[in-house]
């Protein structure tokens, strides 16, 4: 197992709205101690997003360039999500062309994972309030919306990770599709594919108030890549560090080890520093890398169990979910 970080944690400066160069971000996280990376492939708004414009792949090369001369690799990267994880409540889908720019963003980061050797990308399901939040219409839609983008990536070998997500905090939803991990594995099974996996975020399940354990068991060899972050559940979705928020780390741990993971103990903490700047905001992240190698040591301190207990459940069948009709946004 290595310790991964995703570039959000130090890509804004906390005295200014714009992110830094991925160059910069990469190379002052190298000085750290850092060599594995989730590569933030989300950031639509702004104006130096390494997807946009005519150069876009160029762009993609210099970062391959700064890896290889810094000695790093990226286990993951994150594809572009919809705020509030729902099209028709998320204001900028209310712009015919948003769709068309963001769909568009999607097809770009496949291919700069694959410029990137990147094995795994995870996306985030969508919710279809207008279809009375029924489970199935959901899972259809999906398949609607990603199936183009998910089979892209299987042919340029890069599998993609399926998010859990958080209850909706701000109440615009009355249900969130995959907030419960047994709707996340749905999903997942309809594929029918090993590399359609999943992406467990551990504050999000602490927000649904689960035993991450019993979710992670259930899940099994399903498991990709982690979002490692804290919160106080119940609270909101605070992306800080284990051990500032409410979690059982122990139990997570522990469920980790009980299915044998082996991939990257990847953090997704960047509120621990987005609002602190100067030398303080490099502090924060130091705390980040040094709290990284806490929880590493723990899970190899825990038992793993004999390979024989380790549930792998079959793959549903093929083809499962994949059909209906125009999609309102």
Avoid at 17 to 43: C, K, M, P, Q
Avoid at 119 to 146: I, K, M, Q
Avoid at 252 to 270: C, F, H, M, R, S
Wanted: charged share 25%.
């Amino acid at each position: 197992m290595k310790l991964s970080v995703a570039t959000g944690i130090y890509q804004r400066r906390g005295d200014s709205s714009v992110h830094r160069e991925l160059g910069e971000v990469l190379t002052d996280l190298r000085s750290i101690g850092y060599d594995t990376f989730d590569l933030s492939l989300a950031s639509l708004d702004q104006p130096n997003f390494i997807l946009l414009g005519d150069r876009w792949e160029r762009k993609v090369e210099e970062v391959g360039d700064t890896a290889a001369k810094l000695g790093i690799t990226f286990a993951q990267s994150h594809l572009p999500f919809v705020p509030g994880c729902s099209m028709r409540t998320c204001p900028e889908f209310q712009r015919p062309e948003y769709a068309e720019f963001f769909f568009e963003c999607t097809r770009r980061a496949y291919l700069a994972s694959r410029m990137l050797s990147i094995p795994w990308t995870v996306l985030h399901p969508l919710t279809f309030p207008e279809y009375n939040y029924e489970t199935r219409a959901s899972l259809d839609g999906n398949h609607t919306c990603y199936d183009q983008y998910i089979d892209l990536g299987l042919r340029l070998g890069v599998g993609t990770a399926i998010e859990n997500m958080p209850p909706s905090m701000d109440r615009k939803l009355g249900t969130v599709y995959c907030q419960h991990y047994e709707q996340l594995i749905e999903l997942v099974d309809s594929f029918a594919d090993p590399q359609v996996g999943i992406c467990w975020d551990t504050g999000h399940g602490n927000l649904m108030g689960l035993r991450q354990s019993r979710a992670l068991r259930a899940m099994g060899k399903r498991l990709k890549v982690l979002h490692i972050n804290d919160n106080h559940a119940g609270f909101r979705d605070e992306h800080v560090l284990p051990y500032m928020g409410d979690i059982d780390w122990d139990d997570v741990v522990q469920g980790l080890t009980d299915i044998g993971y082996d991939g990257a103990l990847n953090y997704e903490t960047g509120n621990v520093s987005a609002n602190a700047y100067g030398t303080l905001q490099i502090e924060y992240v130091k705390m980040a890398y040094r709290s990284g190698q806490f929880l590493m040591e723990k899970c190899k301190e825990k038992r793993r169990v004999r390979p024989e207990e380790i549930f792998d459940p079959p793959l549903a069948a093929s083809g499962a979910g994949r059909s209906i009709g125009p999609l309102l946004f």
